[in-house]
């Protein structure tokens, strides 16, 4: 998912990105949500920084040095890529001491907000929204004219970190099940071998809802691993970017809810 944060579809509600709670959210207002991350391609290093090129397409990956270091520039779009769900425990997600991986293989965040579940489904299930809530998932379009969620329809996501580091990737909605689940995979080109499953659930509790997000990295070359690790080191340990990401999610949701439940 690529460019500087605007969302295909507009904008409906404005929450800071950061670690922090957005100003105006309950105190009990937490939400919990997923973005594509686990697994990306196409990253490396350009002049004077870091830079990652994804084309969203069907071409092959290919690596090539860049003036000031080396990039790996891969083409998206090789398969269906998207989010989905892993297994995972409330810690899991840091990497493990000793492992030969440097991306942690699973994870999960989970937050209560101060929304009905419906209202932060209305946000989740539109992917054309995520970059309103997602730190680094700044876009999304659907693919195919599909317009909602269903098993089997693709969107595209574009994703930036810091202000160089850029790629794409097409995703696979793998279960829907309004509003509770939503459940999606992605799948990188044949260069990276890189798929990851992502699961977010939503529950009702007396203070709004809790939601559950899990990842799960279903294969990655292990170069890709050590690129990725590298050039982008938040992804060694996700857990607290994704909690926000779920606050932010939420306080979305209660602002287009009018600011009160729906329920």
Same mark, same amino acid.
């Given at each position: 998912?690529?460019?500087?944060?605007?969302?295909?579809?507009?904008?409906?509600?404005?929450?800071?990105?950061?670690?922090?709670?957005?100003?105006?959210?309950?105190?009990?207002?937490? %939400? &919990?949500? $997923?973005? /594509?991350?686990? *697994?990306?391609?196409?990253? !490396?290093? +350009?002049? #004077? @920084?870091?830079? =990652?090129?994804?084309?969203?397409?069907?071409?092959?990956?290919?690596?090539?040095?860049?003036?000031?270091?080396? %990039? &790996?520039? $891969?083409? /998206?779009?090789? *398969?269906?890529?998207?989010? !989905?769900? +892993?297994? #995972? @425990?409330?810690? =899991?997600?840091?990497?493990?001491?000793?492992?030969?991986?440097?991306?942690?293989?699973?994870?999960?965040?989970?937050?209560?907000?101060?929304?009905?579940?419906?209202?932060?489904?209305?946000?989740?299930?539109?992917?054309?929204?995520?970059?309103?809530?997602?730190?680094?998932?700044?876009?999304?379009?659907?693919?195919?004219?599909?317009?909602?969620?269903?098993?089997?329809?693709?969107?595209?996501?574009?994703?930036?970190?810091?202000?160089?580091?850029?790629?794409?990737?097409?995703?696979?909605?793998?279960?829907?099940?309004?509003?509770?689940?939503?459940?999606?995979?992605?799948?990188?080109?044949?260069?990276?071998?890189?798929?990851?499953?992502?699961?977010?659930?939503?529950?009702?509790?007396?203070?709004?809802?809790?939601?559950?997000?899990?990842?799960?990295?279903?294969?990655?070359?292990?170069?890709?691993?050590?690129?990725?690790?590298?050039?982008?080191?938040?992804?060694?340990?996700?857990?607290?970017?994704?909690?926000?990401?779920?606050?932010?999610?939420?306080?979305?949701?209660?602002?287009?809810?009018?600011?009160?439940?729906?329920?």
């Amino acid at each position: 998912m690529t460019t500087s944060g605007d969302v295909d579809g507009g904008r409906t509600a404005e929450v800071p990105r950061g670690g922090g709670r957005a100003d105006g959210s309950a105190a009990t207002g937490r %939400s &919990a949500a $997923t973005h /594509s991350g686990a *697994g990306q391609g196409g990253f !490396g290093t +350009g002049s #004077g @920084g870091t830079s =990652a090129g994804t084309a969203s397409g069907g071409g092959q990956g290919g690596t090539s040095s860049g003036s000031g270091g080396t %990039s &790996a520039g $891969t083409a /998206s779009g090789a *398969g269906p890529d998207g989010i !989905g769900a +892993g297994s #995972g @425990g409330p810690s =899991a997600g840091r990497p493990s001491a000793g492992g030969t991986r440097r991306l942690p293989q699973a994870g999960t965040a989970e937050v209560v907000v101060d929304a009905a579940p419906e209202a932060v489904w209305a946000v989740l299930a539109d992917v054309t929204r995520i970059g309103e809530w997602s730190h680094e998932c700044r876009g999304a379009e659907w693919l195919d004219g599909a317009t909602a969620a269903a098993p089997g329809v693709r969107f595209r996501g574009r994703n930036k970190v810091g202000a160089l580091v850029r790629w794409a990737r097409v995703c696979v909605i793998r279960a829907v099940d309004a509003p509770h689940e939503l459940v999606w995979e992605t799948v990188g080109p044949p260069l990276m071998r890189d798929a990851s499953l992502w699961r977010v659930r939503l529950d009702p509790v007396d203070r709004g809802t809790r939601i559950r997000q899990e990842f799960r990295i279903l294969s990655m070359a292990a170069w890709a691993d050590r690129v990725v690790a590298a050039v982008i080191p938040a992804h060694r340990d996700r857990i607290a970017a994704l909690e926000a990401d779920l606050r932010r999610l939420g306080e979305v949701a209660r602002i287009s809810a009018g600011g009160r439940r729906t329920s």
